[in-house]
Antibody, heavy 121, light 107 residues
Framework: QVQLQQSGPGLVKPSQTLSLTCAIS??????????WYWIRQSPSSGLEWLGR?????????DYALSVRSRITINTDTSKNQFSLQLNSVTPEDTAVYYC???????????WGQGALVTVSS | EIVMTQSPATLSVSPGERAALSCRAS??????LAWYQQKPGQAPRLLFL???TRAAGIPARFSGSGSATEFTLTISSLQSEDFAVYYC?????????FGQGTKLQIK
């Protein structure tokens, strides 16, 4: 059974960097049949994908236009995890953040437990 | 980007009754439509793929139908555990997009 365990601070000050990690068990971050996502959820924006990473002989990442200038997704194969960094946060980045696995790259079949991140001074 | 529109935003139904939730796409997505259920404090859970194929462990009282731009999730006899928020998601065109959700609440 695939499990995704998220970790990271729940409170970030404006203009600082939001950092979250998603540790994977039951699958490999380097699997060539899935895609790993960061998704956030807020009352104003609903479910919004932020970025994704996947391995197909080499690593690929895609980022949503809305955060492209501020986001980085990294992978750590030695720890079997991937991470999210979102720079220069504002209160509008306050949301529940999820990591998720997309089977075949399209369907979100496993999710992390979610992390409420509040941007406030 | 394909816009997914769900209706109604909130649906009030009594336990044991039938509920029908609608999802409309701004352009055809074929049958590349998924449904998710989300309960408070939990992540979304995959219910359907391919518009009408139940994911593993989903009870038969749930059914999905539709194609192209019009889709429906039907719950034939509502149980207490079915009251939740339901989302549709298209995966025909990148970026894959979600609807805004329908909250199914007890009447």
């Amino acid at each position: 059974q695939v499990q995704l365990q998220q970790s990271g601070p729940g409170l970030v000050k404006p203009s600082q960097t939001l950092s979250l990690t998603c540790a994977i068990s039951g699958d490999s971050v380097s699997s060539n049949s899935v895609v790993w996502y960061w998704i956030r959820q807020s009352p104003s924006s609903g479910l919004e994908w932020l970025g994704r990473t996947y391995y197909r002989s080499k690593w690929y990442t895609d980022y949503a236009l809305s955060v492209r200038s501020r986001i980085t997704i990294n992978t750590d194969t030695s720890k079997n995890q991937f991470s999210l960094q979102l720079n220069s946060v504002t209160p509008e980045d306050t949301a529940v953040y999820y990591c998720a696995r997309a089977a075949g790259g399209t369907l979100f079949d496993f999710w992390g437990q979610g992390a409420l991140v509040t941007v406030s001074s | 980007e394909i816009v997914m529109t769900q209706s109604p935003a909130t649906l009030s139904v009594s336990p044991g009754e039938r509920a029908a939730l609608s999802c409309r796409a701004s352009q055809s997505v074929g049958s590349n439509l998924a449904w998710y259920q989300q309960k408070p404090g939990q992540a979304p859970r995959l219910l359907f793929l391919g518009a009408s194929t139940r994911a593993a462990g989903i009870p038969a009282r749930f059914s999905g139908s539709g194609s192209a731009t019009e889709f429906t999730l039907t719950i034939s006899s509502l149980q207490s555990e079915d009251f939740a928020v339901y989302y549709c998601q298209q995966y025909n065109n990148w970026p894959y997009t979600f609807g805004q959700g329908t909250k199914l609440q007890i009447k």
